[in-house]
Nanobody, 120 residues
Framework: VQLQACGGGLVQAGGSLRLSCVASGSIFSINVMGWYRQVPGKQRELVAEITRDGRINYADSAKGRFTISRDNAKNTVDLRMNSLKPEDTAVYYC???????????????WGHGTGVPVSS
């Protein structure tokens, strides 16, 4: 599975931005798709994720401001970010996973990060 993300860029606080990610390769096996973010010196953290059947999980920091959507036919996952804050500044990574023969594990795939600097 290969993931190609786009849509990052400088935005002012209070503004909006949409990140998009398209998957290619063994797309038929993808279960969860989502977005993570990372700032220097900190661990990568979940922003939002969505399963193939549409179940969504948001980080508390994203609830009410961000919206994740997925198009299984186009193999895309989008993240609409509204009311951006300086603390949302991070490199955002598209993520996908596929099942593993051991139910306790999964195969994980990452796209190249896209930077989202939010100016105050």
């Amino acid at each position: 599975v290969q993931l190609q993300a786009c849509g990052g860029g400088l935005v002012q606080a209070g503004g909006s931005l949409r990140l998009s990610c398209v998957a290619s390769g063994s797309i038929f096996s993808i279960n969860v798709m989502g977005w993570y973010r990372q700032v220097p010196g900190k661990q990568r953290e979940l922003v939002a994720e969505i399963t193939r059947d549409g179940r969504i999980n948001y980080a508390d920091s994203a609830k009410g401001r961000f919206t994740i959507s997925r198009d299984n036919a186009k193999n895309t996952v989008d993240l609409r970010m509204n009311s951006l804050k300086p603390e949302d500044t991070a490199v955002y990574y598209c993520h996908a996973d596929t099942p593993h023969s051991d139910a306790d594990f999964r195969y994980e795939y990452w796209g190249h990060g896209t930077g989202v600097p939010v100016s105050s």
